[in-house]
């Protein structure tokens, strides 16, 4: 039994008697920052969180602890299970009780050599990313980080379940005296899935450019988006479109939409937990089993994700998704993969366009209007006009204010190779999650000035 389900079942066993969930992540890692082609910061995390979640009269209370000893546990099922009293003291609850037990299918996340953590491979590649700055005469800055994550789920209704993972991360910024500034990063299941100097060559060469910068008045443009770009987007559209609380309560963007094109008959998009590119996933946070889902197919809305209490709602089952034990936020999907197309790569993506923008990734993205999945966000480090075919000089960033289903629904080509990509930062339990995406084309898309 892993160390994590083994605390679970001494959790539930020490809670008051009644419905009760315990979940458990053993967290492991360790994160190396470093700016102006120097380190500036190392951390490292051994910890330990145990979530318990009561149900009383279809409410759910909730406590959590740091702390794994035996009277903790027993204290922390107090607290949930008072809450959880407290607030069936109103009426009944929306929650239909605690999922039955399922054997999840194991995933194969765990890659051994990350799990050691070994610290010299993170700094391996920060002397990969300082070479190759200091070689163009710009700056590096970033962040290198692996970790593993153990969680272990026991319910009083007969759920025992658990599993390790794995995941790494590495981005580089490269600033030029300029302040030009250029972005790579990549993130992996392994440590060996990382390619530093890789990694870096690109953030330089999109820093360095030394070409004067062009100007755009604010209009809708054709854009080719690299995967980190279309990441973003679909990461905003997983809260607008597939959460099926806000679906179930008609707040959601594809409320009455199921069965209708909403993008591009190119747009292939699924949930798909097991897939070796993704980040897998075999269970949810109540120890519902993950399976493929697909959600758009064709262009055609298909599918939102459920966990038991948006299930309930809907008159439908969980999908796997919930976030939390016992509900609570809306559940997403958390391993989103969009197909690819025909196209060899960005540069083949820019060849029809007369004049366009080239866009590296987006930045502090927010959601405007859910129903509409109107979103803004910025471009940067690294954001390229296209003149004729080919990209030519910098430019300026720009805002980028559009509804995500709008630029899949003028998707024109996508590249053929999916990417895995993320945040890869964690502020708070480290939970990694990632998008698995081509980079694309469309066509119209509104930019703008940042101010």
């Known amino acids: 039994m892993s160390r994590a389900l083994e605390i679970a079942e001494r959790a539930l066993a020490a ?5 009760t969930l315990a979940r458990v992540t053993n967290e492991r890692s360790i994160v190396l920052r470093f700016a102006r082609s ?6 490292s995390v051994d910890d330990v969180t145990v ?3 009561a149900v009383r009269d279809g409410h759910v209370g909730r406590a959590s602890s740091n702390d794994a000893g035996l009277e903790a546990l027993a204290a922390c099922g107090r607290r949930a299970a008072a809450a959880a009293a407290a ?9 239909p009780g605690l999922p039955a037990p399922a054997a999840p299918r194991p995933s194969d996340g765990r890659d051994a050599e990350t799990a050691g953590l070994d610290p010299a491979s993170g700094g391996t590649a920060l002397e990969a990313a300082f070479a190759a700055a200091r070689a163009a005469g710009v700056e590096a800055h970033g962040i290198w980080t692996a970790g593993e994550v153990e969680t272990g789920v026991a319910s009083s209704a007969g759920t025992s379940v658990s599993e390790a993972v794995t995941d790494a991360f590495m981005k580089v910024i490269c600033i030029a005296p300029t302040g030009r500034s250029g972005y790579a990063a990549a993130t992996s299941r392994a440590v060996r899935g990382l390619d530093p100097p890789a990694l870096a060559e690109r953030a330089v060469y999109k820093a360095s450019r030394r070409d004067d910068p062009a100007a755009l008045p604010p209009g809708e443009y054709p854009v080719v988006l690299e995967h980190h770009a279309v990441a973003a987007l679909l990461q905003m ?4 479109a597939f959460d099926g609380l806000a679906h179930a309560e008609g707040r959601g963007a594809l409320a009455e939409r199921l ?5 591009a008959p190119s747009i292939n998009l699924a949930d798909s937990p097991r897939l070796p590119a993704t980040l897998p996933r075999s269970f949810d946070a109540e120890g519902v089993p993950k399976a493929p889902l697909p959600l758009i197919q064709d262009g055609v809305a298909h599918r939102v994700v459920h966990d038991t209490r948006s299930a309930a709602l809907a ?3 969980s999908t796997g998704h919930a976030r939390v034990p016992g509900g609570g936020p809306g559940p997403i999907p958390t391993n989103l993969t969009l197909t690819g197309g025909g196209a060899l790569d960005e540069s083949e993506l820019c060849r029809p366009i007369e004049r366009g923008v080239y866009v590296t990734r987006l930045w502090y993205g927010n959601v405007v209007r859910p129903k509409e999945t109107l979103v803004t966000a910025v471009t940067r480090d690294g954001t390229f006009l296209i003149e004729d075919g080919r990209v030519t000089r910098p430019l300026a960033d720009l805002r980028l204010t559009d509804s995500v289903l709008g630029i899949l629904s003028r998707a024109e080509a996508l590249c053929a190779r999916p990417r895995l990509t993320s945040e890869g930062e964690f502020y708070g339990r480290r939970f990694a999650t990632g998008v698995v995406c081509p980079a694309l084309r469309a066509r119209g898309t509104r930019l703008g000035r940042t101010n």
Do not use: C, K, M, S
Request: hydrophobic share 35%; glycine share 20%; charged share 10%.
């Open 259 to 263: 069965g209708t094109q909403v993008a």
């Open 87 to 95: 607030a069936a003291g109103a009426g009944g609850g929306p929650y």
């Open 38 to 43: 120097r380190p500036t910061q190392a951390t």
């Open 15 to 19: 809670a008051p008697a009644g419905e």
């Open 51 to 53: 979530e318990i979640a």
């Open 237 to 240: 559209l997983t809260f607008t």
């Open 315 to 317: 008159g439908t089952d």
